[in-house]
Structures are given as C-alpha cells and as structure tokens.
C-alpha cells in the first residue's frame, strides 16, 4: 500500500494532520489538473492555476469527510471539484452580465461577445455532462476524470473496475453523446 493511501485512510478516520499532508505530497499533481482544466476553459476565469486548486481543496474540505480509497479516486473527486468552481464562476459572471450589480459599460462589444460564447458554451458542456450521467452515470465518470482530471484510460479503468478496453469504449460513446447534444 502506498504511502498516500495509507494517509488518506488516516484522513477518513478524522485525522487532519494527514489529510493536509496528502494535499501537500498532491499539489503539484493537482496544479496539473488546475492548469489542463484552466487551459480548457479559455480566458474564462480570473482565476490561475494556485487560486483553483485552494478554491478546489476548500470545496472538498467543506463537503465534509469524502472517502478516498486511493491517490486516484482523491484526484478524479479534485477535478470534479475544478469543474463546479470553473461552472460556479461562468454562472456568476453570466449573472452578473444580465444585471448583476456592476455598472453597465460597453468598452468593446467584441470581446464580450467572444466571453459570452465560451460562457455559454462550458455551461452547455456542463448540462450535456449532467444528462449523460442521468442517462449513464459510468460514461459521465470516464469524462469527468479523462477530460476535467487528465487521468489516463489505465488510472480510470482502475478507479472504476472495468477493463481498459471498457473505457476506451465508453469514451468513444460518451464524445458522440456530447457532440450530438452540443449540435
């Protein structure tokens, strides 16, 4: 058993100490997975890579005492956590643009309608990903954690006890999913 599964069994019986410490022996991992889902996601957020993942690792504090099994499953939740941080902000600023509490000035029509559309576009993706985990929760998961996470088809195939060739097929069917939602 490894080192961090070790700490993260010690973190689900209560023990902070060791949940912090796997946030530390984790946070260049989860810098990666900030970074990917940043990159993802445009010039959406004024958010950088450290904001997210102190963002992202409050959200997992505040939903109380998740259980771990392993380094894989804590880093397939922390991305899930990226992305409603990353949907949270989209919402408020689309808020906020349709009569938030900011003074209303047009400085450049083009930049804020290029904002808009990829706004509008991560929230498209998010609802198309909700309805497929309403559909199939398995093929909504392979997303979540290859294409939020970076995880690899092997590190899924693990986390979710299928075969490899499982996820490879899942991801096939999940991408044709979304594209006819998102058409």
Request: hydrophobic residues 40%; charged residues 30%; negative net charge.
């Amino acid at each position: 058993m490894s080192e961090i599964t070790t700490l993260l069994q010690a973190a689900n019986s209560g023990d902070g100490h060791a949940a912090n410490q796997v946030v530390s022996m984790l946070y260049g991992e989860l810098h990666r997975l900030a970074r990917i889902r940043l990159r993802r996601s445009g010039e959406l957020t004024l958010l950088d890579t450290t904001a997210l993942v102190h963002e992202s690792y409050l959200r997992i504090q505040q939903a109380g005492k998740p259980d771990f099994a392993d380094r894989k499953h804590f880093l397939a939740y922390a991305s899930k956590a990226m992305r409603t941080v990353v949907i949270d902000i989209a919402r408020a600023r689309q808020a906020d643009r349709r009569g938030g509490q900011a003074l209303h000035v047009t400085l450049d029509t083009e930049l804020g309608n290029s904002l808009a559309v990829q706004e509008d576009e991560i929230l498209r993706v998010h609802e198309a990903l909700d309805e497929l985990m309403d559909i199939d929760e398995r093929l909504g998961k392979v997303v979540e954690m290859r294409y939020f996470g970076g995880l690899s088809e092997a590190e899924i195939a693990e986390c979710l006890g299928v075969t490899e060739r499982t996820v490879q097929r899942d991801w096939q069917k999940a991408r044709l999913f979304l594209s006819m939602s998102l058409r």
